[in-house]
């Protein structure tokens, strides 16, 4: 494929009413560019977490009357899912691009994960790229921003990951659209293999490596 970024039309997928027309334009305008990404990134994020990453584009199969408001391609040590698995996302709401490193509410480690993250708060609290976010959930497009926060709201972050079943967390970088739309595809690319390089140390910590 000749990836050449996202455009308008991809963002606007997501104003199309109805599940069956937006889910027809999810797969034939976004989907061929998120199975590019993924298998574009799967050596890179295999030689930085050591494990080999296999590419999951999001199918939405359960939905049968709301349409998706996102969509995205995950990456993870486990050809036959993700959502159990710490992993790595590319992908799009309308308002915006995202690239995270996850832990979903699937994951059954959670709460181990949840206090190797606390043993390491002081190292990911200073070493967070302060324009990085993060999120509580992977089905809302908010967001809080790294540089906004304080120690102890990021350690709550990860004791709730601990105690509430359902909680996640999300770390990495959006971009508005308009910035997107404007990047060259090797300007994307490559900002999106520098979000992965500086996550795949929390995967190593949640993954006990």
Known sequence: MNFKGFSQEDFDVFLI??????????????????????????????????????????????????????????????????????????????????????VIYEAPQKEAIGERFTKKLNKLYKETPKEFVWSLDHTKPETVNHQDLSKDELKSFFHRLQTVKKAEILSGLIIDREKVIELKPEELLEQIENVFKQVAPLYKIAVNK
């Open 17 to 102: 009413d109805g599940l069956e027309p937006r889910m027809e334009a999810l797969k034939e305008i976004i989907r061929p560019k998120l199975e590019f990404l993924g298998q574009y990134f799967s050596p890179l994020l295999t030689t930085l977490t050591g494990d080999e990453m296999f590419v999951h584009v999001a199918k939405h199969a359960r939905r049968t009357i709301n349409p998706p408001k996102d969509t995205w391609v995950a990456l993870a040590n486990n050809a036959r899912g993700y959502k159990m698995l710490p992993h790595f996302q590319i992908g799009l709401w309308n308002s915006h691009l995202f690239i995270w490193f996850a």
